[in-house]
């Protein structure tokens, strides 16, 4: 669906037009009833919070007490990010999220419960999951082949930002770059005050 003429664009120009056809279509093409609901369902914590229980007994289990400083890492590199992302990046670029952006409020399925009024950009959903997965990847992938599909888990939440119109694509992209830096920044610190890669003697 080409709703605008990409004719003699800037570059910045250009990516906003692609941005906004991607828009269109996760949010209106490729789309299903199943994942409508299922789309929603993401969004809410009610979600999140089972399998977050369940890493947070799997690394003490398996830690002891370095898995609760452990998490305690996690919970700040998760509400650093959440914070820089909601308050400091959202206010500077001050960008309408789709269900309020002229151009696409009357072009788009709007399927979440309300439209929030700050900004879109960066979709801190994706800063936030995306954090967390690369700091539990980077400081204990080496001895958990499963945590690598944390990666996946956040990817899914953040595409569910776009299905379900509150975020553009290009939102949760740079959330979820921004958040990988963020958890791998975190990670480094934690590896060496916790020596997670250090054998135990």
């Known amino acids: 669906m080409h709703f605008i003429q990409a004719e003699d664009l800037t570059l910045l120009q250009q990516l906003l037009h692609f941005d906004y056809e991607m828009m269109i279509y996760v949010n209106r093409i ?40 452990w998490f305690l890492g996690a919970i700040s590199i998760v509400a650093i990010s ?51 997965a690369s700091y539990a990847f980077f400081t204990l992938g080496k001895t958990n082949r499963w945590v690598k599909y944390l990666f996946l888990w956040a990817g899914a939440i953040a595409y569910s930002q776009v299905y379900v119109g509150v975020h553009f694509p290009s939102d949760v992209l740079f959330g979820a770059i921004l958040g990988m830096l963020f958890g791998w920044g975190a990670a480094r610190i934690a590896n060496q005050a916790l020596s997670l890669h250090q054998p135990s003697i």
């Not at 969004?43 to 890493?55: D, K």
């Not at 500077?92 to 929030?116: E, M, N, S, T, W």
């Open 82 to 132: 959440d914070l820089v992302s909601s308050h400091i990046i959202k206010d500077y670029f001050d960008r309408p999220r789709p269900c309020r952006d002229p151009i696409l409020v009357h072009q788009i399925r709007f399927l979440a419960k309300y439209c929030g009024a700050n900004g879109s950009f960066t979709s801190s959903h994706a800063v936030n999951h995306f954090a967390f």
């Open 30 to 69: 490729w789309v299903h009833p199943v994942i409508d609901n299922l789309a929603l369902f993401m969004r809410e914590s009610i979600f999140h919070v089972p399998l977050y229980i369940f890493i947070l007994i799997y690394v003490i289990q398996r830690l002891g007490v370095k898995g609760v400083w």
